[in-house]
């Protein structure tokens, strides 16, 4: 039964014969009520497309946060775990013999502004990943009075857990240059692919776009 809130020219809910009446982030539609066909089996292109879409709800699953941040302005009326699906799913997913996999250079974490630098450094000593970059003069003259705040991502390599996801939110400002994470914890040979990207602090959520910084492998520490 459809509901009529605020009078008779208020906005209608529910359903009305074949038809449902729904809103969504503030946006009001209708729709057709699903016709149901009793032992009705997928087809196989169907079949494909959940497995898909499985596989990506497993890749993002341990980094929800941080899609949640670097998305959050991809698109409008979505959320930002939405986007990030929709995206990677027509960007980074590799299909060989029927099975998925990632590809890790087209992944991405974050999508908005162009990447704000232009040179990035990777130093790992004693359990501490050291990133380093410089400024793009471009950026800094067009966004010179926004801060941006650094994303980091140390994503395992899929022979690892990816329980053992390590990365910083909101953490040094791009002006600072470089970000430190630790990975003092990781098993031993662990291996990440490592993925930069920045977020405004002013409330905005204005995100730059990731960037992959390639794969690393956590060093052996000396006797």
Known sequence: MARVKNGINGTVSGKVGPSVFCKWKDIYYVRSLPRIKKNRKPTSGQRRNQSKFA??????SPIVRF???GFMQYAPNRTGHNSAMSYNLRESVIVEDEQYRL?????AISRGL???VSHVEIDQEDGQVTIRWQVDTDFRQKHGDRMFRCIALLYPDDGVDRINTAGVLQDSYLEDGEQIMSIAQAP???AY???LAFLASDGSNISTDSIYLGKIVKESTPL
């Open 103 to 107: 590809d890790y250079e087209n992944f």
């Open 67 to 69: 899609v949640r941040l």
């Open 193 to 195: 692919h490592v993925y």
């Open 188 to 190: 031993k040979d662990a």
């Open 55 to 60: 596989f990506m709800q497993e890749c993002l």
């Open 114 to 116: 162009p990447s704000p």
